[in-house]
Protein backbone atom coordinates (compact mmCIF):
# COMPACT_ATOMS: atom_id res chain seq x y z
CA UNK A 1 0.00 0.00 0.00
CA UNK A 2 1.54 3.12 -1.16
CA UNK A 3 1.39 6.36 1.64
CA UNK A 4 2.54 9.57 1.47
CA UNK A 5 2.11 11.27 4.61
CA UNK A 6 3.06 15.12 4.67
CA UNK A 7 4.31 17.06 8.41
CA UNK A 8 5.55 20.83 8.56
CA UNK A 9 2.59 22.92 8.15
CA UNK A 10 0.86 24.75 10.32
CA UNK A 11 1.12 28.95 10.98
CA UNK A 12 3.55 31.52 10.38
CA UNK A 13 4.04 34.90 9.96
CA UNK A 14 4.96 36.37 6.29
CA UNK A 15 8.69 36.38 6.29
CA UNK A 16 9.15 33.45 8.13
CA UNK A 17 10.21 29.66 7.22
CA UNK A 18 8.63 26.58 6.98
CA UNK A 19 10.04 23.17 6.02
CA UNK A 20 7.70 20.46 4.64
CA UNK A 21 8.71 16.41 4.57
CA UNK A 22 7.18 14.17 3.25
CA UNK A 23 7.08 10.78 4.08
CA UNK A 24 6.95 7.42 1.36
CA UNK A 25 6.24 3.96 1.64
CA UNK A 26 5.21 1.35 -0.73
CA UNK A 27 7.39 2.55 -3.18
CA UNK A 28 10.65 2.53 -5.14
CA UNK A 29 10.75 5.70 -4.00
CA UNK A 30 14.40 6.45 -6.29
CA UNK A 31 12.93 5.95 -9.05
CA UNK A 32 10.14 8.43 -9.08
CA UNK A 33 9.14 12.15 -9.42
CA UNK A 34 8.24 13.89 -6.36
CA UNK A 35 6.86 16.79 -6.23
CA UNK A 36 4.88 19.88 -3.94
CA UNK A 37 1.57 20.75 -5.09
CA UNK A 38 -0.81 23.65 -3.45
CA UNK A 39 -4.22 24.52 -3.34
CA UNK A 40 -5.45 27.59 -1.92
CA UNK A 41 -8.88 29.00 -1.21
CA UNK A 42 -10.99 29.14 -4.06
CA UNK A 43 -8.49 28.27 -6.23
CA UNK A 44 -7.21 25.33 -8.39
CA UNK A 45 -4.68 22.78 -7.01
CA UNK A 46 -1.16 24.11 -8.76
CA UNK A 47 2.76 22.99 -8.85
CA UNK A 48 5.13 24.40 -6.63
CA UNK A 49 8.07 22.11 -7.15
CA UNK A 50 9.04 18.66 -8.41
CA UNK A 51 12.69 16.50 -8.22
CA UNK A 52 13.04 14.21 -10.48
CA UNK A 53 15.05 10.88 -9.92
CA UNK A 54 18.23 12.27 -11.00
CA UNK A 55 17.62 15.75 -9.14
CA UNK A 56 16.64 18.08 -11.88
CA UNK A 57 14.03 20.22 -9.75
CA UNK A 58 11.57 22.46 -11.43
CA UNK A 59 9.63 25.39 -9.78
CA UNK A 60 6.77 27.38 -10.14
CA UNK A 61 8.01 31.40 -10.80
CA UNK A 62 6.49 32.77 -7.84
CA UNK A 63 7.92 30.82 -5.60
CA UNK A 64 11.81 30.30 -7.55
CA UNK A 65 14.32 32.37 -4.85
CA UNK A 66 12.46 31.51 -2.18
CA UNK A 67 11.53 27.73 -2.14
CA UNK A 68 13.60 24.78 -2.22
CA UNK A 69 12.64 21.06 -2.92
CA UNK A 70 15.12 18.75 -1.70
CA UNK A 71 14.86 14.48 -1.59
CA UNK A 72 16.79 12.13 0.09
CA UNK A 73 16.29 8.62 -1.23
CA UNK A 74 17.93 7.03 1.65
CA UNK A 75 14.96 8.54 4.05
CA UNK A 76 12.45 7.82 1.24
CA UNK A 77 11.84 11.68 2.02
CA UNK A 78 11.43 14.99 0.17
CA UNK A 79 11.31 18.07 1.77
CA UNK A 80 10.40 21.65 0.52
CA UNK A 81 12.24 24.54 2.40
CA UNK A 82 10.01 27.61 2.34
CA UNK A 83 11.32 31.16 3.03
CA UNK A 84 10.16 34.47 3.08
CA UNK A 85 7.04 33.56 2.77
CA UNK A 86 4.02 35.68 1.54
CA UNK A 87 0.15 35.61 2.70
CA UNK A 88 -0.60 34.34 -0.96
CA UNK A 89 1.49 31.23 0.01
CA UNK A 90 -1.52 30.11 2.71
CA UNK A 91 -2.94 26.96 1.10
CA UNK A 92 -2.99 23.43 1.67
CA UNK A 93 0.23 21.33 0.62
CA UNK A 94 0.12 18.34 -1.19
CA UNK A 95 2.79 15.93 -1.34
CA UNK A 96 3.28 13.83 -5.02
CA UNK A 97 4.63 11.41 -6.47
CA UNK A 98 5.21 10.08 -10.12
CA UNK A 99 6.48 7.44 -12.13
CA UNK A 100 5.97 7.27 -16.07
CA UNK A 101 6.23 4.70 -18.45
CA UNK A 102 7.43 4.55 -22.19
CA UNK A 103 6.70 8.40 -21.56
CA UNK A 104 3.20 7.83 -20.31
CA UNK A 105 2.43 8.56 -16.10
CA UNK A 106 1.97 5.27 -14.99
CA UNK A 107 1.52 5.78 -11.53
CA UNK A 108 0.38 8.90 -9.33
CA UNK A 109 -0.18 9.28 -6.00
CA UNK A 110 -1.04 12.28 -3.56
CA UNK A 111 -0.51 12.57 -0.07
CA UNK A 112 -3.14 13.79 2.67
CA UNK A 113 -2.38 17.32 2.15
CA UNK A 114 -0.74 20.10 5.49
CA UNK A 115 -2.21 23.52 6.07
CA UNK A 116 0.37 26.07 5.45
CA UNK A 117 -1.21 29.64 7.07
CA UNK A 118 0.79 33.05 6.45
CA UNK A 119 -0.93 35.64 8.38
CA UNK A 120 0.17 38.41 11.15
Known amino acids: QVQLVESGGGLVQPGGSLRLSCAAS????????MGWYRQGPGKQRELVAS???????NYAESVKGRFTIARDNAKNTVYLQMNSLKPEDTAVYYC??????????????WGQGTQVTVSS
Open 51 to 57: ISSDGST
Open 96 to 109: NAKRWYRSILAYNY
Open 26 to 33: GIIFSTYT
